[in-house]
C-alpha cells in the first residue's frame, strides 16, 4: 500500500513539476545505498511539489466550481 502511494505520488510530482526526476522502479535502493541524503532530500522535494500540486489542483478545481455556479445562477 505505502509502495503503491508512493508511486503515485512520485508520478503525480513527475506529471505536475517537471524538475524533479523519477527514479526508475529498480533504481530507487541503488540510490538510496549510495546517498541516503541526497535521496532523502529529493523524496521531500517530491512530497513537496505533489503538495503544492496538490493545493493548486484543489483551487482550480474551486474556481471552476464557482465560475460554474455564477453561470448557472445568471441563466
Do not use: C, F, H, Y
Not at 508520478?11 to 535502493?29: A, F, H, I, K, Y
Not at 549510495?34 to 474556481?63: C, E, F, M, W, Y
Amino acid at each position: 500500500m505505502a509502495s503503491r502511494l508512493r508511486r503515485s505520488l512520485l508520478q503525480l510530482g513527475d506529471r505536475v513539476g517537471r524538475r524533479v526526476q523519477r527514479w526508475p522502479e529498480g533504481s530507487w535502493p541503488d540510490a538510496m545505498q549510495r546517498s541516503p541524503r541526497r535521496v532523502r532530500r529529493t523524496a521531500t522535494d517530491v512530497i513537496k511539489s505533489t503538495a503544492q500540486a496538490a493545493v493548486g489542483l484543489g483551487r482550480r478545481a474551486a474556481r471552476l466550481g464557482m465560475e460554474s455556479i455564477k453561470r448557472a445562477s445568471n441563466r
